[in-house]
């Protein structure tokens, strides 16, 4: 049952959830289980507003890090994120966006400029090394043009945010050295997940 946790803890980090929409539908997502994130119950009855997210965040000076994450894609609401990271800035914690790199895509503009000086890693699921691969495993929406959409991104992201990093989950036909491969091409770092604990972007 849902209970509207928009805020939670793990380790030195505090974890923002603002919406369950995504534009993938990926086979290894824990939104398609029916456990949590551990002790969180991260389903939405009501999305937040910025008022409500800066309430179940409190005082984020304790924490190192403050990520958009969640069960969903929190680049679906990236004008809340713009005046959340805004706010959240403004106390000194870092920012960090967990995404599945299609807000360009969705929102048909530049998203990665406008998270220029708010945003100071950006963790982009790559999670296949083409279209086709891409679009069977994460099921996107815009089908096979997610994929060069989510390399655009993030080339775009190498202009305006400090550290990017691309992911990938190890997962049976997931080519993991082309996808380093392209990680290099953009001069950013790849980072390989496990499945377990996989559970958003
Ligand atoms: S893993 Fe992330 S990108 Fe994939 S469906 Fe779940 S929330 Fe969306």
Redesign the pocket.
Same mark, same amino acid.
């Given at each position: 049952m849902a209970s509207n946790v928009y805020a939670y803890r793990i380790g030195a980090a505090l974890y923002l959830n603002i919406t369950n929409r995504?534009?993938?539908?990926?086979v290894?997502?824990?939104?398609r289980t029916e456990e949590g994130v551990g002790y969180y119950d991260l389903w939405l009855e009501k999305e937040p507003s910025l008022e409500e997210l800066l309430e179940a965040a409190g005082d984020v000076r304790r924490y190192r890090e403050v990520v958009f994450c969640g069960?969903?894609?929190p680049l679906i609401r990236v004008d809340l994120v713009v005046e959340a990271a805004r706010a959240l800035k403004a106390q000194g914690v870092s920012v960090r966006v967990n995404t599945?790199g299609q807000a360009g895509l969705y929102h048909g503009r530049n998203i990665a400029a406008e998270l220029a000086g708010l945003v100071d890693t950006i963790s982009i699921?790559l999670n296949a090394s083409d279209a086709a691969h891409y679009a069977a495993l994460?099921r996107p929406g815009q089908g096979e043009e997610a994929f060069p959409a989510i390399l655009e991104f993030a080339a775009q992201c190498t202009k305006y945010i400090p550290t990017v990093i691309l992911t990938v989950v190890r997962w049976p036909g997931v080519d993991i050295a082309r996808c380093r491969q392209i990680a290099r091409d953009l001069g950013v770092y790849l980072r390989v997940r496990e499945p377990a604990g @996989?559970? @958003?972007?």
């Open positions: 995504c534009t993938n539908d990926c290894f997502c824990v939104r069960y969903g894609e599945n699921s994460c @996989t559970f @958003t972007s």
